[in-house]
């Protein structure tokens, strides 16, 4: 069975730092296109960053542009992203997803496999 474990989430001051981490199982992530979104109160579930396997490509949103980047160990079968220059519209639920076969990396309908999710608050 898939599971997807996201951690790292918290409260940070603006300006401030954070690394959440996935750790995938239940398969070889090797092939997977691995990615993150967040929702934050009351508005839909947005990407955020995502890396296919080939070639290690990546893909991040205009919003976090500069400031997040997502990266992944398929040896280990986990995949971060370190969040630097915190905003406080950064605050939201970020979560982790996987699949085998996505097309419109940029979709959260494309991703099959999804964890529960990690609070992260940036105060102002």
């Known amino acids: 069975q898939v599971q997807l474990v996201e951690s790292g989430g918290g409260l940070v001051q603006a300006g401030g730092s954070l690394r959440l981490s996935c750790a995938a199982s239940g398969r070889t992530f090797t092939t997977y296109t691995m990615g993150w979104f967040r929702q934050a109160p009351g508005k839909e579930r947005e990407f955020v960053a995502a890396?296919?396997?080939?070639?290690?490509?990546?893909y991040n949103a205009v919003s976090v542009a500069g400031r997040f980047t997502i990266s992944r160990d398929n040896a280990k079968n986990t995949v971060t992203l370190q969040m630097n220059s915190l905003k406080p519209e950064d605050t939201a639920v970020y979560f982790c997803a996987a699949d085998p076969v996505v097309g419109n990396l940029y979709s959260a309908g494309e991703y099959s496999y999804w964890g529960q999710g990690t609070q992260v608050t940036v105060s102002s």
């Open positions: 890396t296919r396997w080939s070639r290690g490509s990546i």
